[in-house]
């Protein structure tokens, strides 16, 4: 089955600085990568996907990269504030549009400091 | 965004016994997947409920510990069995009721003593 690796765990960057975060996965039929946020206690949110068919996707401060040759994809957070800190998940699946159960990476933990 | 609630937010209960938790979404939806996530960790997929049929569990993830229905479009209920404290976890629903992208519903928080 698919495996998702996600680096770094904890990612701590000054405000305003950018942050990027790596998850590399196994299974070259997966084709759609969203990216959850998570904050305590709280459910996690969708902030941003993209398809295979599709090398980079920017949504405001966020933007989220697509290597399917290395099986790569990256998360991009520029500007960050203080409301960006929580834990990050990266996700992959087989079946376009998410139509079938996500594998997660590990979480990142991203510190903003003021 | 469509509406995902679940019921309990939490519970606390005896080892041996049994909690089942509901799902619901206020749109018909297809498929309907049940996470869990234990203290500090990521989420792992436990199964995946399309109506109509039988739940497909992933590995390490059996119907006898988690059995799951589907009676409708919209609702979806996951029974965690003969509890032991390793069942201490959040439990999360999830499905796609724009067709699309996944969302989640606010977790049940299981504690078994």
């Known amino acids: 089955g698919e495996n998702v690796e996600q680096h770094p765990s904890t990612l701590s960057v000054q405000e305003g600085d950018s942050a990027v975060i790596k998850c590399t996965y196994s299974?070259?039929?997966?084709?759609?990568f969203p990216w959850y946020k998570q904050e305590l206690g709280k459910r996690p949110q969708l902030i941003i996907d993209i398809r295979s068919n599709v090398g980079e996707k920017k949504d405001q401060r966020i933007a989220v990269t697509l290597n399917k040759t290395a099986k790569h994809f990256s998360l991009h957070i520029t500007e960050t504030q203080p409301e960006d800190s929580a834990v990050y998940f990266c996700?992959?699946?087989?079946?376009?549009?998410?139509?079938?159960?996500?594998?997660f990476g590990k979480g990142t933990h991203l510190i903003i400091q003021p | 965004s469509a509406v995902i609630s679940q019921k309990p937010s939490r519970d606390i209960c005896q080892r041996g016994t049994s909690l089942t938790i509901q799902c619901q979404v206020d749109?018909?939806?297809?498929?309907m997947f049940w996470y869990r996530q234990q203290p500090g960790q990521s989420l792992t997929l436990i199964a995946t409920?399309?109506?109509?049929?039988?739940?497909?569990?992933e590995s390490g993830f059996v119907i006898d510990k988690f059995p799951i229905s589907r009676p409708n479009l919209t609702f979806s209920t996951l029974t965690v069995s003969n509890m032991s404290p390793e069942d201490s976890s959040i439990y999360l629903c999830s499905s796609m009721p724009g067709g699309n992208e996944q969302f989640f519903g606010p977790g049940t928080r299981l504690t078994v003593l």
């Open positions: 749109s018909q939806v297809t498929m």
């Open positions: 996700a992959a699946s087989t079946a376009g549009g998410g139509a079938d159960g996500l594998t």
């Open positions: 409920a399309n109506q109509g049929s039988e739940a497909t569990y």
């Open positions: 299974d070259s039929a997966s084709n759609y």
